[in-house]
């Protein structure tokens, strides 16, 4: 593993700590102010105190929205692929997969094969081509979900 992918691995976990010490800091700021203007009966006593609070508080929440970014996406090619199966009549090839939703051939027919392993998809051969298929439910309750 290079150090850059090494550093991507550990960025999002530093940013996530990151976020949460500062969040944290600025709350602290945030009442250390109160309790200042409390004993000293004037607001202005606490003013340092806020406007650094202020600051903590929007670095925190920056690098909340910026880790949130930085999340990987779930794919969205399993759920794709499973609702087409779905709308076929709950059987489906591999080539019609691919034209009926964004992956290619390779990427359905890999997809497919993991579902289809894991016990998922059932694996039909008709006519000489291999279709998979979403097993029968034994519960006729379900069908109208």
């Known amino acids: 593993m290079s150090d850059v992918e090494r550093h991507k691995q550990k960025e999002p976990e ?4 990151a976020a949460y010490v500062t969040t944290a800091i600025g709350i602290g700021l945030i009442i250390a102010a109160l309790l200042i203007m409390i004993t000293a009966n004037t607001a202005a ?5 806020i406007v650094g609070a202020a600051a903590c508080l929007g670095i925190g929440v920056s690098r909340f929205a910026r880790q949130r970014r930085s999340l990987p996406v779930a794919p969205s ?4 692929l499973l ?3 779905r709308q076929n009549g709950g059987s489906i090839t591999p080539a019609e997969a691919a034209m009926e939703t964004s992956l290619t051939v390779r990427e359905a027919d890999r997809m497919l094969s993991e579902l289809a392993s894991g016990g998922h998809l059932l694996v039909e051969g008709r006519e000489g081509s291999l279709f ?6 034994a519960d006729t309750q379900l069908e109208g979900r």
């Open 14 to 17: 530093e940013a996530g700590t």
């Open 83 to 85: 609702s087409a199966i």
């Open 77 to 80: 090619g399993e759920r794709e």
């Open 45 to 49: 006593a606490g003013f340092p105190f």
């Open 132 to 137: 998979y298929a979403l097993p029968r439910r």
